[in-house]
């Protein structure tokens, strides 16, 4: 979605695409006959060992308290309750993750985490660990706004040790919503999936700790989630002043891939996701009309519209010819206040609409819906397949890609068949 952005600023003034009517027709009747033959999806939930799906850290450091010197090997639940324990996995390759428990401070606007041990003098040299927590490690643009966290061991009792204001008797998830977060689709690749992979074992005892955005619009547009995953209000760590303590913290959130879950590496998949988001925003329809079993219902399609860039020159023809076919029809922009658009869209069987952000509102679908994204000229085959090709599968839903021709887009009118906007669209975007 980085290149959508670049694309979108580099189109923007002659991207205006028109759809040809006749082709399209094929995808909507494709879309209807979806509606009637399909089989109802009864997958086996995967269900795993919670504790070994979280893997063990590559960096361990166990600080068991003094029992050491006095030579008295401590037994199981002593060396528990005493260890300082750190461990973190920097392997993976979406996001970096720390699990930390014992006597653990962090201190409102700074980026530095105490992690108290009575034994760091026989440690390794290496105490202190620097962390980005935000699911897209590999992207330095969006890690550029991620704040660099510092894990620090520290003696108990040294000067250095702030003094706690406030005690947590929960597990803390310590997260970035800097990044690429205003852009849906990052928000939910790289921050509300992660987050629920992390946070949903707790069933709601744990308190989110946010870093990087000065103001709270981000918390409040994802407000019936987060109160959903956390029965604590957000800590804006930013904005808070005194020092919140743990005994046990979380820092980063895993990422499995793009806008998905890998169930093979999680008890939950794609399907509980949605499930838990349908619950968050009160949404009806678990899956999509059957035509079969609700003769005379006429099927619904969602076209989203786009106002400044790959914008559709032609949504009321596309409309009439939908209407024409026997959709109730829908046309729409996307809308930030998402209490509404997952309404819109749990609403409808199909939606369709022009490769972007917008199409992120696939996960409010029900099961079963049909995706028909519409992939622009510009090279964009492939990121159009990664975002949102990919994981309509896991989301359960029929997806339909249709490519624009150059005979459609309005680039055909402003550059000649042989311009390197045709040839070679990678290199201008
Ligand atoms: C974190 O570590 C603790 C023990 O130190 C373990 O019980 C817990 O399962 C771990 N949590 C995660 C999410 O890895
Ligand atoms: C860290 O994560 C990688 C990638 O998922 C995994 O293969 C590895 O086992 C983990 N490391 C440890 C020590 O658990
Ligand atoms: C210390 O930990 C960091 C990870 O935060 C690692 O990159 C570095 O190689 C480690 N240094 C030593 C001396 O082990
Ligand atoms: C985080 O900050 C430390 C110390 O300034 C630095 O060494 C490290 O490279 C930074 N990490 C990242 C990922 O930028
Ligand atoms: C938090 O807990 C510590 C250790 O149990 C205690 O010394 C401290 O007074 C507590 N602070 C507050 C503000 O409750
Ligand atoms: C947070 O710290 C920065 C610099 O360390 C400072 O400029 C800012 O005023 C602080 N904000 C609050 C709310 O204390
Ligand atoms: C989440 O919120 C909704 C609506 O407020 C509620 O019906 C649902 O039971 C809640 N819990 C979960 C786990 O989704």
Redesign the pocket.
């Known amino acids: 979605m980085a290149y959508d952005t670049m694309l979108a600023r580099s189109f923007s003034r002659h991207d205006q695409r028109k759809l040809g009517c006749g082709a399209l027709v094929g995808s909507l009747i494709i879309a209807l006959c979806f509606c009637t033959v399909f089989k109802h999806y009864v997958g086996p939930l995967p269900v795993m060992n919670l504790r070994s799906s979280m ?4 960096k361990l450091l166990m600080a068991t308290e003094d029992k050491i010197n006095s030579y008295k090997l401590p037994t199981k639940i002593e060396e528990e309750e005493a260890a300082a324990k750190i461990i973190c ?1 920097f ?3 979406r996001s970096d993750f720390c699990n930390i428990s014992g006597d653990i401070r962090i201190r409102g606007n700074s980026s530095t985490i105490f992690a108290a041990s009575s034994l760091t003098h026989v440690l390794a040299a290496n105490n202190s660990w620097f962390i980005r927590p935000y699911a897209r490690k590999m992207d330095t643009t969006a890690m550029g706004h991620v704040k660099n966290f510092t894990i620090k061991t520290s003696k108990a009792h040294s000067p250095e040790m702030p003094l706690c204001t406030k005690n947590h008797s929960v597990t803390a998830i310590v997260f970035s919503i800097g990044g690429f977060t205003g852009n849906q689709f990052h928000d939910f690749s790289d921050v509300l999936i992660p987050l629920y992979l992390t946070s949903r074992q707790f069933n709601g005892e744990v308190q989110f700790i946010v870093v990087d955005r000065d103001d709270s619009w981000w918390i409040k547009k994802f407000r019936a989630f987060m109160e959903n995953l956390s029965n604590y209000a957000v800590i804006h760590l930013d904005e808070k002043e005194g020092v919140h303590c743990f005994k046990r913290m979380i820092v980063g959130l895993r990422g499995h891939k793009e806008f998905g879950i890998d169930p093979s ?1 999680s008890p939950y998949s794609m399907k509980d996701f949605r499930e838990f988001l349908r619950r968050s925003y009160s949404l009806k329809r678990e899956r999509a009309i059957n035509l079969r079993q609700n003769e005379g219902k006429k099927p619904r399609i969602l076209i989203i519209s786009r106002m400044k860039t790959r914008v559709f020159l032609n949504d009321g023809e596309i409309a009439d010819v939908a209407r024409k076919l026997g959709y109730e029809v829908v046309v729409m922009e996307a809308t930030p206040v998402m209490s509404q658009m997952s309404q819109v869209v749990n609403s409808c069987d199909v939606v369709m609409g022009v490769h972007g952000a917008g199409l992120t509102n696939m996960v409010f679908m029900p099961e079963n819906g049909v995706l028909i994204q519409v992939v622009p000229l510009g090279g964009m085959e492939w990121i159009a397949n990664t975002d949102f090709g990919e994981p309509s599968k896991d989301m359960n839903l029929r997806y339909l890609e249709y490519k624009i021709s150059e005979a459609e887009s309005s680039l055909g009118q402003q550059y000649p068949p042989d311009h390197e906007v045709f040839r070679n669209p990678i290199a201008i975007s």
């Open positions: 893997g063990v850290g590559l996995n392997s993976e390759p590496k």
